[in-house]
């Protein structure tokens, strides 16, 4: 069984910095893919930001220049340091990790953190 474990979340004022971890624990060979999903009040889920094993990264529009996306393959975490925060930003953020590699046979093609909630305050 794999499992994600968000921290970091809480409440700060507009133009304030958070940084998110999310460490993956369980037994498995490795994580090809993790990022950050977040669900606002009445909104759907939206991709944040997502990266590779390899470093490769990617932002939604709304977050780029203000949030850095970063891994620690040896650790298996990722980290979301999110800068200059918005209101807009407010939401549970989920740690994600993407086909989940637990033996040569067996994938799991996504695993969910429990979430972790941001309130940014205007």
């Known amino acids: 069984q794999v499992q994600l474990v968000e921290s970091g979340g809480g409440l700060v004022q507009a133009g304030g910095s958070l940084r998110l971890s999310c460490a993956a624990s369980g037994n498995f060979l490795r994580i090809n893919a993790m990022g950050w999903y977040r669900q606002a009040p009445g909104k759907e889920r939206e991709l944040v930001a997502s990266?590779?094993?390899?470093?490769?990264?990617n932002y939604v529009d709304s977050v780029k220049g203000r949030f850095t996306i970063s891994r620690d393959n040896a650790k298996n975490t990722v980290y979301l340091q999110m800068n200059s925060l918005k209101p807009e930003d407010t939401a549970v953020y989920y740690c994600?990790?993407?086909?989940?590699?637990?033996?040569?046979?067996?994938?799991?093609?996504?695993?969910w953190g429990q979430g972790t909630l941001v309130t940014v305050s205007s």
């Open positions: 994600n990790a993407e086909n989940v590699v637990v033996t040569l046979l067996t994938r799991y093609p996504a695993v």
């Open positions: 990266i590779t094993s390899g470093g490769t990264t």
